[in-house]
């Protein structure tokens, strides 16, 4: 995979048109900002994004649905005592 700087993309554009699967750098803060994929290989890597996308908003609702639970048991604890 090929590494290009934010201001070698800035300074020529054109680069766009010749990457497949780039890690996109920022030089300056030694930092990746992220990656960029072709379009052209879209069609395969879509349906993993999309997979992924559905396992980590189903982790969160499960998640959350053991807090509300864990919030109800609070509530319905009762000793007894008026």
Do not use: C, W
Request: net charge negative; proline share 2%; no cysteine.
């Amino acid at each position: 995979m090929l590494t290009y700087g934010v201001t070698d993309i800035q300074n020529k554009p054109s680069l766009m048109k010749i990457m497949d699967v780039a890690e996109i750098i920022d030089r300056r803060a030694h930092t990746t900002v992220g990656y960029f994929i072709s379009s052209k290989y879209e069609s395969f890597i879509l349906p993993i994004i999309e997979k992924i996308d559905r396992e980590e908003k189903l982790a969160k609702l499960h998640k959350l649905r053991n807090h509300q639970d864990l919030e109800f048991a609070e509530l319905g604890v009762n000793d007894g005592l008026k």
